[in-house]
């Protein structure tokens, strides 16, 4: 049994709650945030509600979705958001706005886009933020329109190959574009630049087919996660199969490190205890803190049996993403709910497992090293590197539910969504040093 202390912390925190106000037309109505989006230089935060957009500045300053004119008009722009989470999104420069209509945060001039497609992922910027791919629907047909970001002009258009197009997604080179096809027929398809099909990868038939995709950040690789519960790599010379990664229910390999979650049980002091004890605070382990202790191989993980009469199983690669370096690649199975795969990309082999006690909401990657955050609806985040790992609580006043998170550029810090808050924390070195990120929003 032993335990993983990393060197870092979270430091100083600046909490802000969300507001919720009322869409002219739609009415008033206390609901959850289901996404955060932050533009690249962290000036400007969206968190998206299922009816409607809310802004917030890093100064504390917040405002509502624009506004229509007409309650009719504000049914039909709720209505868009509900249909893809999607549909809103920031340009690179973190100067637009995109959702059906780009909105200049600078100029607040407002350019329309036609035709978008209310697909899983419809809307992706090359890395450079030079162009915007789009997925559209016409005369029951699917379509990818290649719009130029400076002046908002069509450069390409060309019909996709798919019955139902499920998203899309750039190569962080600029250079193709990817295309997957609905979750019932297994397609993905590679298109250059000017529209040219590259290539069409299908790994088997009559069954469930893709769920995730996810590049590489060097564009060498394409990690397709799918329904079967395996991930399968293509590489860019051929675009044919390099290695296919599978997400059994017990680790066997002797050279794979499990990490397990475990409770961290309270000093106990004898000449303080209470009778009564004391009752245990309201919600899934608020305060209960954790720690990581490595499992013996081979190892059993917690599995969930998807219920096959309902729609949306809980089966297959629900997340993937690759680290900064192209070494890691990190994937969570939804009929594992609780466990992060770690795969080392050079040798192509499982490097790491994380077993958490709940759930595993998001993960991210740090923009400048390897080291992977993790949250679970509780009021921790995890934190991994080849180095070791670390369960860090969350500071801050009551329990703050982490349901999402995501990494400054530079590295040192997070901004964390809970269900009615975000939070805006920063990771200092053990000798106490660090930078912080803003300053405690004051608004009311």
């Not at 739609?26 to 409607?52: C, E, H, K, N, Q």
């Not at 920031?90 to 697909?119: E, Q």
């Not at 397609?187 to 069954?207: H, M, N, P, Q, V």
């Not at 994937?331 to 770690?342: E, G, L, Q």
Request: proline letters at 7%; glycine letters at 8%.
């Amino acid at each position: 049994m032993l335990e993983h202390q990393r060197q870092s912390r979270v430091g100083r925190t600046a909490t802000a709650p969300l507001k919720r106000g009322g869409v002219p037309g739609v009415g008033r109505r206390t609901t959850s945030p289901t996404m955060l989006r932050v533009i690249p230089d962290f000036r400007l935060a969206a968190v998206r509600f299922p009816l409607f957009h809310h802004f917030r500045s890093r100064r504390g300053g917040c405002g509502g979705a624009p506004r229509a004119r007409d309650p009719a008009a504000a049914m039909n722009f709720s209505e868009v958001f509900k249909l893809s989470n999607l549909l809103c999104k920031f340009s690179p420069d973190g100067k637009y706005l995109l959702r059906i209509t780009v909105w200049s945060l600078c100029t607040k001039s407002v350019s329309y886009i036609k035709y978008p497609k209310a697909c899983q992922q419809g809307i992706t910027f090359t890395r450079d933020g030079r162009y915007l791919a789009l997925a559209e629907r016409r005369d029951c047909r699917d379509h990818v329109s290649i719009f130029v970001c400076s002046d908002w002009q069509l450069l390409r258009h060309f019909e996709t190959d798919t019955q139902d197009l499920a998203g899309i997604e750039w190569a962080p080179n600029g250079c193709v574009l990817a295309a997957w096809d609905t979750c019932l027929e297994y397609k993905i398809l590679l298109y250059s630049l000017d529209g040219r099909l590259l290539s069409t990868y299908c790994a088997y038939e009559w069954s469930l087919g893709i769920k995730s995709v996810a590049w590489s950040p060097s564009s060498q690789f394409l990690a397709v996660g799918s329904y079967d519960g395996k991930v399968r790599v293509l590489n860019h010379v051929t675009w044919k199969l390099l290695a296919e990664l599978g997400h059994p229910a017990a680790v066997s390999s002797p050279s794979t490190v499990v990490y397990r979650e475990a409770e961290k049980s309270p000093p106990l002091a004898l000449g303080r205890l209470a009778f009564p004890p004391p009752r245990a605070p309201a919600g899934p382990r608020a305060t209960t803190e954790s720690k990581y202790e490595i499992a013996t191989v081979p190892a059993s993980l917690r599995t969930l049996k998807p219920t096959a009469d309902r729609a949306n199983p809980r089966m297959g690669i629900g997340a993937l993403a690759f680290s900064l370096d192209n070494y890691f690649l990190a994937t969570r199975s939804d009929s594992i709910p609780s466990a992060v795969w770690i795969w080392d990309v050079r040798k192509l082999r499982l490097f790491v497992v994380l077993e958490q006690l709940s759930a595993v909401r998001s993960f991210r990657w740090d923009p400048r090293q390897p080291r992977l955050a993790i949250c679970t609806g509780g009021s921790q985040v995890y934190l991994w590197s080849p180095a070791g790992c670390v369960s860090v609580q969350v500071p801050g006043e009551g329990d703050f539910q982490v349901l999402s998170l995501c990494w400054h550029p530079s590295g040192d810090s997070l901004a964390l969504l809970s269900k009615d808050h975000f939070c805006l924390c920063f990771l200092e070195a053990e000798e106490g040093v660090g930078t912080a990120l803003g300053q405690q929003d004051d608004h009311t």
